[in-house]
């Protein structure tokens, strides 16, 4: 096992050389590797200066959470261990994280909801630590297979929430994540999610830069509240604010406090627009009247479909979001412009993602919001049902 | 005495409020020359500053024996649960966490794991205070994995028996037959012996008493502290009455918790031999 001790200026505990993130995403050299998400969790988590991290087996997660054992066994992550349930492992990355550690777990469908209370509890401490969520169906019935309806509990906790489309993505979004919730005027928690299976599960070529390069370590003394850690001198506080006291004074101090945590998610925008290069990212054609708003996987089908569209002569274009939480609202304004018809292709049955999309742009923008296709409970989305949702669209009343 | 932890700054030191320059004159920290505990609490500053539960309540003053007994409250985190103790926490000196109701061993775990990663050269202390509901009925679960799991944490159960601070429903801890809410024909089963469930979890230290006697809780908190410290989980289950609930006056809750000590707390106190081995020889260090 690794000592914290052993970090120097330049060097991490486990010996890697200490680098900006802006060197790890954008200028130090890649090579090209092939493996599945969870396998690229581990490289990222590996490159990431990670002192704590709690696990808990679900599926399709586990596999990620084994490997980041194999990382702390290894010497390269602090502290780890197996929890007792989500809802202990959600509080024990609490109680790391509030210690001053950079912190990290990973969690799937009905886990996420046996330890949604923490989620908000997350925020509220205003605790920087990063849920690598690999959707997956909701019991009942039970259900294993991916499924993200579980992203539509999470979009309220007060939490940044950003989805990664492939493993690529995964690699670059997990490392970003930590330095855009470690910014002292942003430091919220982040959510990072990916389609279970779907990028857990698959393996693609990825681009990776050498392993002997790791993030600079998570300074908790830079954080808006001091870590629980007994280093600054004890004073009367509580690390968030009591508020229990039936007083004018207690109902605004809650109020303010869920404000700020809002305004701290909307303050890390520009740090990831540096970080992710774009809230969205579009591609297709740009003149197009047909648009496709997406996030995750989906957003791979749909470009499936513009490319099937292109062979029929139909311009379309794809609007990936890559931040839910913020709502990439001004961004997706600008990417619709010239669109009469947008589709909004989900991987569950309420259509999340439509509602949201319809509440950013309700009164600023006449492009029609069409929630679908959506499918559900493990279910595929090919490319075809995507195309058949737009030719219903286009030759109403005359079918696909 | 240690008053020499709590530094104001001259430039701020005239607008700072009293009870924190008090803190700074007459507040005793660790000090390995001069114990602090019960007998300092007349001259000293507190790290309780007040409180806002009722008066008389025999919370309070076991609250004020445990933050007395503490041996190094400098590097002592307390981590709290919902109920009528965290009102007190907004009202202590040290670095204290509510979190959600029922978590807090698992919040225990977290930070502890990692002052031990971040600070391997400096001994410090977590200690788990909630209340019966929180430690017994909602926790339970996070509670007795932390004993298994052998977390370095003391765990203090502040035992009345009952929901005080939700307006007086059943708990697990409530004694068979009494009528609560919740339980309006009278409760059904036993009362849960916590301090046997932590024995056979894997408690080194594990007490059962009532806060009658602060000199006894002063040493029940301070021993189990340096065990959790040195070898593993502690726990202790203090009875402290909501004489509220129980319809008593503010000044019988002594008389309560005394009457208690021959009956449903009458004392139990495990020490495991290694444990036994360690504070035999902490008194033998002059550290108790």
């Known amino acids: ?11 991490n ?29 581990k490289e990222a988590v590996k490159r990431c200066t990670v002192d704590a991290s709690v696990s808990y087996p679900i599926t399709p997660q586990s596999e990620a959470a084994h490997l980041i054992g ?13 929890g007792e349930n989500e809802f202990g492992v959600m509080s024990e990355v609490a109680g790391c994280a509030m210690a001053g550690a950079r912190t990290i777990t990973t969690t799937s469908g009905p886990g996420t909801l046996r330890a949604m209370e923490n989620f908000a509890q997350w925020s509220g401490t205003r605790i920087p630590c990063q849920l690598i969520l690999m959707a997956r169906g909701i019991n009942s019935p039970l259900t294993i297979q991916p499924d993200n309806l579980e992203v539509s509990y999470m979009l309220e906790t007060g939490c940044q929430i950003w989805y990664a489309e492939n493993v690529q993505e995964l690699f670059d979004m997990s490392i970003a994540a930590f330095v855009v919730a470690e910014k002292p005027d942003v430091h919220v928690p982040i959510i990072t999610v990916v389609d279970g299976f779907f990028v857990s599960h698959t393996r693609e070529s990825v681009m990776l830069p050498e392993d002997d390069i790791a993030l600079f370590p998570y300074d908790p003394y830079k954080a808006p509240l001091p870590p629980i850690d007994s280093e600054t001198p004890p004073g009367r506080f509580l690390r968030d604010p009591f508020v229990m006291k039936s007083n004018y004074i207690s109902y605004a101090a809650h109020a303010s406090w869920q404000w700020e945590i ?29 648009a496709f708003i997406a996030c995750g996987t989906a957003s791979y089908q749909a470009k499936e479909a513009n490319r099937e569209l292109s062979k029929l002569g139909i311009k379309s274009k794809v609007i990936k979001l890559r931040t839910i939480r913020p709502f990439p609202e001004a961004e997706l304004l600008e990417a619709l412009k010239g669109v009469k018809t947008a589709f909004v ?26 929630g679908g296709p959506r499918v559900a409970g493990g279910m595929s989305m090919p490319a075809e049902a995507i195309l058949r949702e737009v030719m219903e669209k286009l030759n109403s009343g005359k079918g696909a | ?74 590097d002592t985190v307390i981590v709290n649960s919902t109920g009528c103790t965290s009102l007190m926490f907004p009202h202590i000196a040290l670095h204290t966490v509510h979190s959600l109701f029922g978590n807090q061993n698992a919040v225990a775990t977290g930070i502890k794991r990692v002052l031990d990663w971040r600070f391997p050269d400096i001994e410090k202390d977590v200690v788990v205070l909630a209340g019966d509901g929180a430690t ?8 007795l994995q932390s004993f298994f799991r052998q977390e370095n944490i ?3 159960c502040f035992d009345n028996e009952v929901y005080a601070n939700t307006g007086g429903q059943e708990s697990g801890a409530t004694p068979k037959g009494q009528v609560f809410k919740m339980a309006p024909t009278g409760k059904k089963f036993e009362k849960v012996k916590m301090w046997e469930l932590a024995v056979t979890s894997g408690c080194h230290y594990s007490m059962n008493m009532t806060a009658s006697a602060p000199k006894a809780v002063a040493k029940a908190v301070r021993e189990a502290i340096f065990v959790a410290r040195y070898l593993g989980p502690t726990f202790l289950n203090i009875y402290t009455p909501c004489i509220l609930e129980i319809g008593l006056n503010a000044n019988e809750g002594l008389r309560e918790m005394k009457e208690q000590d021959k009956e449903r707390f009458a004392a139990f106190k495990f020490v495991s031999p290694e444990a036994e081995e360690l504070l035999a020889k902490l008194k033998e260090e002059g550290r108790l």
């Not at chain 1, 305004?263 to 809230?279: M, N």
């Not at chain 2, 017994?136 to 509670?143: K, N």
């Open chain 1, 262 to 290: 809002r305004s701290a998610v909307e303050r890390s925008v520009p740090y990831a627009k540096h970080y992710l290069k774009g809230l969205v990212h579009v591609t297709g054609d740009a003149d197009a009247e047909i």
């Open chain 1, 70 to 82: 194999e990382l702390w066994a290894e010497g390269y992550v602090g502290v780890y261990f197996r």
């Open chain 1, 345 to 370: 292709p989900e991987f569950n049955v309420v259509g999340w993602l439509e509602k949201d999309v319809k509440r950013a742009l309700y009164g600023k923008c006449d492009t029609e919001i069409v």
């Open chain 2, 154 to 156: 003391t765990t203090i």
């Open chain 2, 136 to 143: 017994v009925d909602i926790g339970l679960d996070y509670t």
């Open chain 1, 13 to 41: 505990w486990s010996g890697q050389t200490l680098v900006t993130a802006d060197h790890m995403l954008f200028e130090a050299p890649r090579t090209k590797h092939f493996m599945t998400g969870s396998e690229v969790l």
């Open chain 2, 1 to 74: 005495m240690g008053t020499h932890i709590y530094k104001i700054n001259p430039e701020f030191r005239d607008i700072m409020p009293k009870e924190i320059i008090d803190l700074e004159e007459n507040a005793t920290w660790s000090d390995t020359t001069d114990k602090r505990g019960i007998k300092e609490l007349p001259e000293t500053k507190e790290l309780l500053e007040e409180h806002s539960l009722c008066a008389g309540c025999p919370e309070a003053a076991a609250l004020r024996y445990v933050l007395a007994a503490l041996p190094k409250p400098e």
């Open chain 1, 1 to 11: 096992m690794s000592k914290r001790s052993d970090m120097t200026e330049t060097k």
